[in-house]
């Protein structure tokens, strides 16, 4: 069974940086791609970022290119989602999935392995 749980969401000021963590249950990593989604209060569920475990890189959004990292540890199991230069525009709630195993049409994924999420807050 799949399961995802998420970590390392928090406060931070303008600028500053935080790192998720997708936990995932085993064999999940080997058989899935994670993904990364967020939510903001009034806003449609996007897509930012995935991890292909076939090509081993991570896909972006132009919204966090070039300050969001993705990356996995497979002794951990677990996938990263390293944010630098966090803008207020970042503040979200911050969900993994794994979706197939490949990163193609992540962003419109609308499957049933989710985390629980984690709450962003930047401040300004």
């Known amino acids: 069974q799949v399961q995802l749980v998420e970590s390392g969401g928090g406060l931070v000021q303008s600028g500053g940086s935080l790192r998720l963590s997708c936990a995932a249950s085993?064999?999940?990593?080997?058989?899935?791609?994670i993904a990364w989604f967020r939510q903001a209060p009034g806003k449609e569920r996007e897509g930012i970022s995935c991890?292909?475990?076939?090509?081993?890189?991570?896909f972006y959004e132009e919204s966090v290119k070039g300050r969001f990292t993705v990356s996995r540890d497979n002794a951990k199991d677990t996938v990263y989602l390293q944010m630098s230069r966090l803008e207020p525009e970042d503040t979200a709630t911050y969900y993994c999935?794994?979706?197939?195993?490949?990163?193609?049409?992540?962003?419109?994924?609308?499957?049933?392995?989710w985390g629980q999420g984690t709450q962003v807050t930047v401040s300004s």
């Open positions: 999935a794994a979706v197939v195993a490949s990163c193609a049409f992540y962003t419109d994924y609308t499957g049933t392995y």
């Open positions: 085993k064999n999940t990593l080997n058989l899935y791609a």
């Open positions: 991890f292909s475990t076939s090509e081993n890189r991570g």
